[in-house]
């Protein structure tokens, strides 16, 4: 991280000039003025004089906190085709594998299917938005249409399969995120 920046821009929030920071801070403008540019780094105990001198700390200062983003649009979409498997995943929500679950939609050509997956912990959801599919759990199979959803715990190998003679299209929620 490069202190010097922010520096500035806290002195410029408080309405300071360079030399009402270096006499609030008892340092010099020109001291100041190479922080800022980063060309040289303050002690600790200089550091924390400058941050007392803009109204904050260092615990306040170095808590970076990243806004949690929301909403997600097209263009935040990740697509990845499998022409072998007949299938096209969105991840819909870019870097889901760092949160407990994860969404995404897999359109699957006449007679595609989706890479089988191990068992694992955890829950499976998915909704068919088009066409129907067959869930394939273990052993056992079931046929979901259009506006039909499922959900199960995947303590068995499963994949979907689209039996039909149209594309199809679900949503399929994981969690953990295993896709």
Same mark, same amino acid.
């Given at each position: 991280?490069? =202190?010097? !920046?922010? +520096?500035?821009?806290? #002195? +410029?929030? !408080?309405? &300071?000039? @360079? @030399?009402?920071?270096?006499?609030?801070?008892?340092?010099? /403008?020109?001291?100041?003025? @190479?922080?800022?540019?980063?060309?040289?780094?303050?002690?600790?105990?200089? &550091?924390? *004089? =400058?941050?007392?001198? &803009?109204?904050? %700390?260092?615990?306040?200062?170095? %808590?970076? @906190?990243?806004?949690?983003?929301?909403?997600? /649009?097209?263009?935040?979409?990740?697509?990845?085709? %499998?022409? *072998?498997?007949?299938?096209?995943? *969105?991840?819909?929500?870019? %870097?889901?594998?760092? !949160?407990?679950?994860?969404?995404?939609?897999?359109?699957?050509?006449?007679?595609?299917?989706?890479?089988?997956?191990?068992?694992? *912990?955890?829950?499976?959801?998915?909704?068919?938005?088009?066409?129907? +599919?067959?869930?394939?759990?273990? #052993?056992?199979?079931?046929?979901?249409? /259009?506006?039909?959803?499922?959900?199960?715990?995947?303590?068995?190998?499963?994949?979907?399969?689209?039996?039909?003679?149209?594309?199809? #299209?679900?949503?399929?929620?994981?969690?953990?995120?295993?896709?």
């Amino acid at each position: 991280m490069k =202190i010097g !920046n922010k +520096i500035r821009e806290l #002195r +410029i929030y !408080n309405g &300071l000039t @360079q @030399q009402e920071l270096a006499d609030r801070s008892e340092l010099s /403008k020109g001291f100041i003025s @190479q922080v800022e540019r980063d060309l040289t780094s303050p002690s600790i105990a200089t &550091l924390m *004089d =400058i941050l007392e001198a &803009l109204g904050t %700390n260092i615990k306040d200062f170095f %808590n970076e @906190q990243v806004e949690e983003k929301i909403v997600f /649009k097209k263009e935040d979409v990740f697509t990845l085709e %499998n022409e *072998d498997l007949s299938h096209s995943i *969105d991840w819909i929500i870019p %870097n889901a594998q760092k !949160n407990r679950m994860e969404p995404l939609i897999i359109e699957l050509l006449p007679g595609g299917l989706s890479k089988e997956e191990d068992p694992h *912990d955890g829950e499976e959801f998915g909704y068919v938005l088009a066409g129907s +599919i067959v869930l394939h759990i273990g #052993r056992r199979t079931y046929r979901v249409k /259009k506006g039909e959803a499922f959900y199960f715990e995947p303590t068995e190998a499963h994949y979907v399969k689209n039996a039909g003679k149209t594309k199809a #299209r679900l949503l399929w929620v994981a969690t953990p995120p295993s896709f």
